[in-house]
């Protein structure tokens, strides 16, 4: 197939999206490079992103675009030989286990705490905000960290768990706000320095651990923006984890994205450039590697949330960019900007959703009344 027949097939799918190439519109796409046809329908979304961090195109409202290409299943019509390779890796490797587990503490969350400092606002919580009353990026983080400790109904004097604890920002909330004391676990090594700074003083315990390798007993069990680094093989393993970890009376919250769709639908250009080994969870997963285990006191989904909370985050990105840019060069801007649009066409589409779980062994006496 010739280049113009390429270019001519790229536009008629884009106009299922309502989108022209070199229009005016702020979610046109504008061609830099006429290879760029070529590339996408042999390689998908990890053709289409790899262009765009090469400079090969560009739009104005970038999120907005990825939103219209999401909304009309575009990334369905362009399933590759690279989408089949990520979806069964993602199915038949077990690629969070063992020394893979802390592959994902090097290449992503080791990147330096300068770019998330800037980045994440003034609390380093890298996960959904909550925005039901919040008007700004630091009131939903906050918000959503009280409402987990709400949720967990923590008091003075109990013992938790965080398993995926980051930068230590919600075990200093919990102890600082309701008086508790806590192990946070982590595989990141520039996490575990930081939270450790972060939590001087307090009754905390930051470890650099495997959750798998956990084997004591708390009031409370929870985990934040972790979970989709488990791996479909390991669910079962995880919720083993928490029950043994959790005491008969205790609480667990689960905070994780969730997909609509069928399991192990893994991003090729996601899994490549930003999250190696992920996988966002199916429903049907997660009811299967409960059963018999807890009683699900809640699910709560507040996935629209992250469209803002992104947003945020690109804002505090570009306004900072001048600093950064003495550490990171302009292909690295031009990936985080379509990690970031991607990530927020994600959910504002709401092909993904944002959960959270309440969990107890063997239900709430009485039943449980789930905070809003």
Same mark, same amino acid.
């Given at each position: 197939m010739g280049q113009d027949d390429l270019k001519d097939r790229a536009s008629e799918l884009l106009e299922q999206a309502g989108i022209r190439i070199d229009g005016d519109a702020p979610t046109d796409l504008h061609v830099r490079d006429e290879r760029l046809y070529a590339r996408v329908f042999a390689h998908g979304s990890l053709g289409l992103g790899e262009a765009y961090i090469d400079g090969w195109w560009d739009a104005d409202d970038l999120p907005g675009l990825c939103t219209r290409l999401l909304t009309a299943g575009l990334d369905q019509?362009?399933?590759t030989l690279d989408t089949m390779l990520a979806h069964l890796k993602a199915r038949f490797i077990n690629l969070q286990r063992g020394e893979r587990a802390f592959e994902i503490g090097k290449v992503h969350y080791d990147l330096g705490n300068d770019l998330f400092q800037a980045m994440l606002g003034k609390r380093l919580v890298y996960s959904c905000g909550y925005w039901a009353k919040a008007g700004n990026l630091d009131e939903a983080q906050a918000a959503k960290l009280d409402l987990v400790c709400r949720k967990l !109904?923590? !008091?003075?004097?109990?013992? &938790?768990?965080?398993?995926?604890?980051?930068?230590?920002?919600?075990?200093?909330?919990?102890?600082?706000?309701?008086?508790?004391?806590? &192990?946070?676990?982590?595989?990141?090594?520039?996490q575990a320095d930081y939270a450790r700074e972060l939590c001087t003083g307090l009754p905390i315990e930051i470890r650099l651990q495997d959750y798998h390798d956990i084997n004591e007993r708390f009031d409370a069990v929870y985990s934040i923006g972790m979970f989709e680094h488990v791996g479909g093989k390991n669910y079962r393993a995880y919720f083993e984890t928490v029950n043994r970890c959790l005491k008969d009376g205790g609480l667990s919250v689960l905070h994780c994205i969730g997909s609509n769709g069928a399991p192990a639908q893994t991003d090729a250009w996601i899994d490549k450039y930003i999250f190696p080994n992920s996988m966002i969870p199916a429903a049907s997963q997660l009811a299967a590697a409960i059963e018999d285990l807890f009683v699900v006191e809640d699910w709560h989904n507040f996935g629209a949330d992250y469209d803002r909370t992104l947003m945020a985050w690109r804002a505090n990105f570009d306004a900072a960019w001048p600093t950064l840019s003495t550490s990171y060069d302009e292909r690295f801007r031009r990936m985080w900007h379509y990690y970031l649009s991607v990530s927020t066409a994600v959910f504002r589409s709401r092909r993904d959703q944002l959960w959270q779980l309440v969990l107890s062994p063997h239900g709430v006496p009485g039943g449980y009344r789930a905070p809003r």
């Open positions: 019509e362009l399933k !109904q923590l !008091q003075t004097g109990q013992r &938790v768990l965080d398993i995926g604890c980051g930068w230590g920002e919600a075990l200093k909330y919990a102890a600082e706000h309701y008086g508790v004391e806590g &192990v946070g676990i982590t595989v990141s090594q520039e």
